[in-house]
Antibody, heavy 126, light 107 residues
Framework: EVQLLESGGGLVKPGGSLRLSCTPS????????MFWVRQAPGKGLEWVAS????????YHADSVKGRFTISRDNAKESLFLQMNSLRAEDTGVYFC???????????????????WGQGTLVTVSS | DIQLTQSPSFLSASVGDRVTITCRAS??????LVWYQQKPGKAPKLLIY???ALQSGVPSRFSGSGSGTEFTLTISSLQPEDFATYYC?????????FGQGTKVEVK
């Protein structure tokens, strides 16, 4: 069974930093693209960042570019999101998700998020 | 950047109703459109990819259609467990935004 467990969330002051982690199980982590997606309280889903299986391709949303960095360690089977210069509007639940390319969806730039963790809450407040 | 517009934002329906949600892309995305379901306090769940392919384990009352710029998610006969929020997402090119969501509520 595919499982993803996020950790590292918490309360941080504006301008502060946090590092989120995502620990996978039940699949070969090094073979999959991974995502971070966030959700502000009472709001919709917002794609944050993507990283390919070998870290060759990395994308960040404009809203976090220059402040957040997605990375992975395939040897230690972990996904990370380093968040710096945090703002109140970064508050929300952060989900990690696994990306796959099922038949019929091979050609798009992004994979399909087929498995998700339960999320970790980040609160940015003074 | 490609933008997605979902409609309606809210939908009131009864068990057994046929429900249709629309997602429009600001430019053509072929069939690179994904649908997710999210229940309160839970992670999103993949329903449909490639506009119309049903993810394994998803009931057949869910279906998707469309290509280019206009897509629909249809629930043929709404069940109690289907009351949730539904999101579309385009995966044609980065950035890969989600639609703003459609909340399906009990009428």
């Amino acid at each position: 069974e595919v499982q993803l467990l996020e950790s590292g969330g918490g309360l941080v002051k504006p301008g502060g930093s946090l590092r989120l982690s995502c620990t996978p199980s039940g699949f070969t982590f090094s073979s999959y693209t991974m995502f971070w997606v966030r959700q502000a309280p009472g709001k919709g889903l917002e794609w944050v960042a993507s990283i390919s299986d070998t870290s060759f391709w990395i994308y960040h949303a404009d809203s976090v570019k220059g402040r957040f960095t997605i990375s992975r360690d395939n040897a230690k089977e972990s996904l990370f999101l380093q968040m710096n210069s945090l703002r109140a509007e970064d508050t929300g639940v952060y989900f990690c998700a696994r990306g796959s390319r099922p038949r019929g969806h091979e050609g798009g730039a992004a994979s399909v998020a087929d498995s998700w963790g339960q999320g970790t809450l980040v609160t940015v407040s003074s | 950047d490609i933008q997605l517009t979902q409609s309606p934002s809210f939908l009131s329906a009864s068990v057994g109703d046929r429900v249709t949600i629309t997602c429009r892309a600001s430019q053509g995305i072929d069939r690179y459109l994904v649908w997710y379901q999210q229940k309160p306090g839970k992670a999103p769940k993949l329903l449909i990819y490639a506009a119309s392919a049903l993810q394994s384990g998803v009931p057949s009352r869910f279906s998707g259609s469309g290509s280019g710029t206009e897509f629909t998610l249809t629930i043929s006969s709404l069940q109690p467990e289907d009351f949730a929020t539904y999101y579309c997402q385009q995966t044609k090119s980065y950035p890969v935004p989600f639609g703003q969501g459609t909340k399906v509520e009990v009428k």
